[in-house]
């Protein structure tokens, strides 16, 4: 263990150019070239590849992106649109928040700066959705700002560089990592090398310094690496304490009339916000009651499909799904629908609606068990 909290706070004169030159050179060489948002200086388009790509990987994001940018190819049509249509291209992407908060930053860019996106961090830090290190990339990469970044990759290429002993997630070594990274700028100010270098950055941390078994033979900084030359690049960064998350348990009720299957939207904030789910109980409450009582359906019980299990940053999801058939619904029953945000819709249709991803999985799982009844 390592027993100071770096293993030199200082950093060198010369440290600056060593560091970013070489991290320069190797992306040019070995870094990514052809992804979508690259080698491009519109700031629109490089603040919805750095939404997207908060905690989701570049294989995961590159046809979303591809999506929503022939849908919304400028911030016109993107603040103009419902948020549901938003959501609906954001489905499957997950932690919806940044679909909807994209959403209210392009209304704010559009009625507070006249359409024209900010150039400074500190006003892209008051938009909706926009941290410390998203306004780096954005100002960096769209506007050639001497800014750094401090994503969760560059935090892992500092500590193990440095020799930081410290969960990357505590507040004294993140400022104490925004400190080396800031130090670390290259001198020059021109925008090609301010892009570069950001970059190197990302890039360094996606294929090589990676987060188990890096691949430190392909390292341009290597040479002075803590972590590599002292042979603890499996140790750094510091994991945090293990947590047991809880679990919660609820009933998903997928209801079924003349073809059609009963969609709900959920209520905005909260989990799955402003998204069309099934109708959601305890797994204590009688789902037959449950439609009678709050959906004025009298239904009756068809088949149980298997545990989904889906995980939150802050528990564990088991969703139990029910099939069920509605065989009467009260004259207010529609009445009652409008007022708490139902919809009836073919399994197709649902499919393209802004759904989370549990729920395409049950969708799909259902359209499957229909085609096989069909086939037998």
């Given at each position: 263990?390592?027993?100071q909290?770096?293993?030199?706070?200082?950093?060198?004169?010369?440290?600056?150019?060593?560091?970013?030159d070489?991290?320069?050179?190797w992306q040019l060489a070995?870094?990514?070239?052809?992804l979508?948002?690259?080698?491009?200086?519109?700031p629109?388009?490089?603040?919805?590849?750095?939404?997207?790509?908060?905690?989701?990987?570049?294989?995961?994001?590159?046809?979303y992106?591809e999506?929503?940018?022939?849908?919304?190819?400028?911030?016109?049509?993107?603040?103009?649109?419902?948020v549901?249509?938003?959501?609906?291209l954001?489905?499957?992407?997950?932690?919806?928040?940044?679909?909807?908060?994209?959403?209210?930053?392009a209304?704010?860019?559009?009625?507070?700066?006249?359409?024209?996106?900010?150039?400074?961090?500190a006003?892209l830090?008051?938009?909706p959705?926009?941290?410390?290190?998203?306004?780096?990339?954005?100002?960096?990469?769209a506007?050639?700002?001497?800014?750094?970044?401090?994503?969760g990759n560059?935090?892992r290429?500092?500590?193990r560089?440095?020799?930081v002993?410290?969960?990357p997630g505590e507040?004294?070594?993140e400022?104490?990592l925004?400190?080396?990274?800031?130090?670390?700028?290259?001198?020059e100010e021109?925008h090609?090398?301010?892009?570069?270098?950001?970059?190197?950055?990302?890039?360094?941390?996606?294929?090589?310094?990676?987060?188990?078994?890096?691949?430190?033979?392909?390292?341009?900084l290597?040479?002075?690496?803590?972590?590599y030359?002292?042979?603890?690049?499996?140790?750094?960064?510091?994991?945090?304490?293990?947590?047991?998350?809880?679990?919660?348990e609820?009933?998903?009720?997928?209801?079924?009339?003349?073809g059609?299957?009963?969609?709900?939207?959920?209520?905005?904030?909260?989990?799955?916000?402003?998204?069309w789910c099934?109708?959601?109980?305890s797994?204590?409450?009688?789902?037959v009651?449950?439609?009678?009582?709050?959906?004025?359906l009298?239904?009756?019980?068809?088949?149980?499909?298997?545990?989904?299990?889906?995980?939150f940053?802050?528990?564990?999801l088991?969703?139990q799904?029910?099939?069920?058939?509605?065989?009467?619904?009260?004259?207010?029953?529609?009445?009652n629908?409008?007022?708490?945000?139902?919809?009836?819709v073919?399994?197709?249709?649902?499919l393209?609606?802004?759904?989370?991803?549990?729920?395409?999985?049950?969708?799909?799982?259902?359209?499957?068990?229909?085609?096989?009844?069909?086939?037998?």
């Amino acid at each position: 263990m390592i027993q100071q909290a770096t293993r030199r706070p200082q950093i060198s004169a010369a440290e600056p150019d060593f560091f970013a030159d070489r991290l320069i050179c190797w992306q040019l060489a070995y870094g990514r070239h052809s992804l979508p948002w690259q080698g491009i200086s519109d700031p629109y388009a490089i603040w919805i590849s750095e939404i997207m790509l908060q905690q989701t990987q570049v294989s995961t994001v590159i046809p979303y992106y591809e999506r929503f940018m022939t849908v919304f190819p400028n911030i016109a049509p993107l603040a103009s649109a419902p948020v549901e249509e938003v959501l609906t291209l954001w489905s499957g992407l997950g932690y919806y928040s940044r679909g909807r908060n994209l959403h209210r930053a392009a209304r704010m860019i559009i009625e507070q700066y006249d359409g024209v996106f900010p150039q400074d961090t500190a006003t892209l830090q008051r938009l909706p959705g926009i941290g410390r290190s998203t306004a780096a990339a954005i100002a960096a990469f769209a506007f050639g700002k001497r800014c750094t970044i401090l994503d969760g990759n560059v935090k892992r290429i500092l500590i193990r560089y440095f020799g930081v002993n410290g969960h990357p997630g505590e507040r004294m070594i993140e400022e104490q990592l925004w400190q080396l990274a800031e130090g670390l700028l290259p001198v020059e100010e021109d925008h090609k090398t301010i892009a570069s270098y950001t970059q190197a950055l990302m890039d360094l941390g996606a294929l090589v310094c990676v987060r188990t078994q890096p691949r430190c033979e392909h390292c341009p900084l290597q040479v002075d690496c803590y972590a590599y030359q002292n042979d603890l690049t499996a140790v750094l960064p510091v994991s945090r304490p293990r947590k047991t998350l809880p679990v919660k348990e609820i009933v998903h009720l997928i209801l079924l009339d003349q073809g059609q299957i009963l969609l709900k939207k959920r209520p905005v904030p909260g989990i799955w916000g402003g998204l069309w789910c099934f109708p959601e109980t305890s797994i204590d409450q009688d789902s037959v009651d449950y439609c009678k009582k709050n959906l004025h359906l009298q239904v009756i019980k068809f088949a149980e499909l298997p545990h989904l299990q889906h995980t939150f940053t802050h528990f564990k999801l088991t969703i139990q799904p029910q099939l069920l058939r509605s065989i009467m619904y009260l004259p207010e029953c529609e009445e009652n629908s409008k007022e708490n945000d139902c919809l009836w819709v073919t399994i197709d249709e649902a499919l393209q609606r802004a759904i989370p991803a549990p729920v395409r999985k049950l969708l799909l799982m259902t359209q499957s068990l229909f085609q096989s009844f069909i086939h037998e």
